[in-house]
């Protein structure tokens, strides 16, 4: 069965990069018809969508995160990775890596699985 785990600090500095990589057993990131996305839960609030990377190498953000996310991968390694410039404090939460297909949805965050189990990041001086 496929398995997601997420990987990186806890806590980043105010301005810096956050790197987030998410690491998939089971099944392969270029298997037809998957996307692998990242979504995050800022204390106190719902979830909140990131970005993904597809089965092609393809990838889409958020609008409200464009400017700032990017997603890249290591087919080599299994692996897909966050890159969040400029972070605030606004960005502390937990951070998921999930797959997605073409029944995903984006804006109800609904039909994603599996999940990884999240890694809490603080951004904070």
């Known amino acids: 069965q496929v398995q997601l785990q997420e990987s990186g600090p806890g806590l980043v500095k105010p301005s810096q990069t956050l790197s987030l990589t998410c690491t998939v057993s089971?099944?392969?990131?270029?298997?037809?018809?998957?996307?692998w996305n990242w979504i995050r839960r800022p204390p106190g609030k719902g979830l909140e969508y990131i970005g993904y990377?597809?089965?092609?190498?393809?990838?889409y953000y958020s609008p409200s995160l464009e400017s700032r996310a990017s997603i890249s991968r290591d087919t080599s390694k299994n692996q897909f990775t966050l890159h969040l410039s400029s972070v605030t404090p606004e960005d502390t939460a937990v951070y998921y890596c999930?797959?997605?297909?073409?029944?995903?949805?984006?804006?109800?965050?609904?039909?994603?699985?599996?999940w990884g189990q999240g890694t809490q990041v603080t951004v904070s001086s």
């Open positions: 999930a797959r997605g297909d073409d029944d995903s949805d984006y804006v109800r965050l609904t039909g994603f699985g599996p």
């Open positions: 089971g099944g392969s990131i270029t298997a037809n018809y998957y996307y």
């Open positions: 990377i597809a089965y092609h190498g393809n990838t």
